[in-house]
């Protein structure tokens, strides 16, 4: 058995309406999931139009519909994301299909897109949820006593969370997405000193596709940044890691569905040695 996960489609509109409206599997979603044709394909367009805020992915076992989960960005700054809508179709329960699944979905958020931190809210009476976020590797935060009017009566919503820490997540990769939220929050503020201290004191920063630099040496770099700093955040899309260097596929926020181009750093001890970025049309 394959279980993979990808990004919902507009011909995924059938099964998704079908499988959350399934008298199995809508008494265990939140009172205020979309469950109308409209509202689901409006779910689809976002995830589509702005994948690393929001997502809504198919699970598929042998190539075969089977599930559905998402997740939504709580706090940009802290890089946090609120997991939400897992639900696996009736037919393949009993086969930790959702284990699987979200092994994958946190793999994509904490190691691609450079989320920190990953929380979600379940119902205190669907206990078949409670042991699959357990098993899945998030900690017991706490619960909201009697938060949610649910079946006629009130229901705690208990809180997990899972964090990068938790997992075994390279430390060149987490190097990668703690420097992009230096350089938003650089962005954010005016401020890019900060900036500065993520690169060695012989790095190198070119930029392939404008006519700027290459500039070498951190106080190059610094003055580089000073006199044209970046206007806008960066998003990434995917992130890999070959031969000991990162190869990142990014974008811009104020046009989140757009890759922009790539960005490749070699790191060296806990710094970025060199980073090389390109603009593609």
């Known amino acids: 058995m394959v279980v993979s996960v990808r990004r919902a489609r507009p011909d995924d509109l059938e099964f998704l309406v079908e499988l959350v409206n399934h008298e199995d599997v809508q008494p265990y979603l939140g009172g205020r999931s979309a469950l109308g044709h409209d509202a689901i394909a409006a779910e689809i367009e976002r995830s589509q139009g702005d994948p690393t805020s929001y997502g809504r992915f198919v699970i598929e076992v042998d190539g075969a519909r089977a599930g559905v989960m998402g997740f939504e960005v709580e706090n940009r700054r802290s890089r946090i994301a609120h997991l939400e809508r897992l639900a696996v179709h009736p037919d393949y329960r009993g086969q930790r299909v959702s284990d699987e699944a979200a092994r994958v979905l946190r793999r994509h958020l904490i190691r691609d897109l450079g989320y920190h931190r990953l929380e979600l ?76 201290d993520w690169f060695t004191e012989d790095a190198k920063l070119v930029f392939q596709g404008v006519p700027v630099g290459p500039f070498e040496g951190r106080e190059a770099i610094a003055a580089a940044y000073r006199a044209q700093p970046p206007d806008d955040e960066v998003v990434i899309f995917a992130l890999d890691e070959k031969d000991g260097r990162l190869v990142a596929r990014y974008g811009w926020l104020r046009e989140p569905g757009k890759e922009a181009g790539g960005m490749f750093v070699t790191p060296r001890d806990g710094k970025i040695e060199e980073l090389v970025v390109t603009f593609e049309d």
């Open 121 to 196: 809210e379940i119902y205190g009476f669907n206990e078949r949820a409670l042991r699959h976020v357990e098993r899945a590797g998030f900690t017991l935060e706490g619960a909201r006593r009697k938060a949610y009017w649910r079946h006629g009566q009130w229901m705690d919503g208990v809180l997990y969370a899972l964090i990068r820490d938790d997992l075994d997540v390279p430390d060149a990769i987490a190097l990668f997405h703690d420097y992009v939220m230096v350089h938003n929050e650089c962005v954010r503020t005016g401020d890019w000193e900060p900036l500065v």
